[in-house]
């Protein structure tokens, strides 16, 4: 069985904080994939970053970085600096063979 | 880019009204999906087809069907529909074979059913 936990339903942040995302994620096997995807107000999920099991390092593109910690299950993503065309709803997801599993998702706001 | 589109942005139905969702991707991609999108519950699979006539039930395949005649065209259909359906619907694809290829997903279908 798969299980993804995004705990935070909601984030409301004021521009220039940052916002960290957490995702929990459960699995047996030994090699899978995460994923994050971002569902803007237009609805399309647009995707993000995607990490496999057997990578750990951390990775930072732009303003979004992401800290993938095996020991604890963990995949959390953070925006620094966040601007308002970060408020979107955002999903981790998890793979195995070719169906994703998705957690509930995070919606961000982002206030002027 | 990958282009996935789905028929209609938003869809109003009735109770017991016979239901076509439809999405095409012009990726020749061998693995399209449908997902439903509740609040609060992410979103679900459906149903997932890895090749032209073929579909794998997903998690919460009850009251659907779908449909593959052709790589490009994944059908969803609601055979008698119900409030319960009232949803967003979400169709993606993904090149074939290994688990590393992300979905690309098509902007969305919001379904009503009164």
């Known amino acids: 069985a798969q299980k993804v936990t995004q705990a935070q339903t909601e984030i409301s942040v004021v521009e220039k904080e940052d916002v960290t995302l957490d995702c929990v994620y459960e699995t047996r096997d030994t090699t899978y994939y995460l994923f994050w995807y971002k569902q803007p107000p237009s609805g399309e999920l647009v995707f993000l970053i995607r990490?496999?099991?057997?990578?750990?390092q951390n990775e930072i593109s732009g303003r979004y970085s992401w800290n993938f910690q095996k020991s604890t299950s963990s995949f959390n993503f953070t925006i620094t600096a966040s601007q308002v065309v970060d408020s979107a709803v955002y999903f981790c997801a998890l793979r195995d063979d070719y169906k994703l599993s998705f957690g509930a998702g995070t919606t961000v706001t982002v206030r002027a | 880019d990958v282009k996935v589109t789905q028929s209609s942005r938003y869809l109003v139905k009735r109770t017991g009204e016979k239901v076509f969702l439809e999405c095409v991707q012009d990726m020749d991609h061998e693995n399209m999906f449908w997902y439903r999108q509740d609040p609060g519950l992410g979103l679900r699979l459906i149903y997932f087809?890895?090749?032209?006539?073929?579909?794998e039930k997903g998690d919460i395949p009850e009251g659907y069907s779908v449909s593959r005649e052709k790589k490009e065209r994944f059908s969803l259909i609601l055979e008698s529909a119900s409030t319960n359906q009232t949803s967003m619907y979400l169709c993606?694809?993904?090149?074939?074979?290994?688990?590393?290829?992300?979905?690309?997903f098509g902007p969305g279908t919001r379904l009503t059913v009164t």
């Open positions: 990490r496999n099991s057997f990578d750990e």
């Open positions: 087809s890895y090749d032209v006539k073929m579909k």
């Open positions: 993606a694809s993904s090149p074939p074979g290994t688990s590393s290829y992300e979905q690309y």
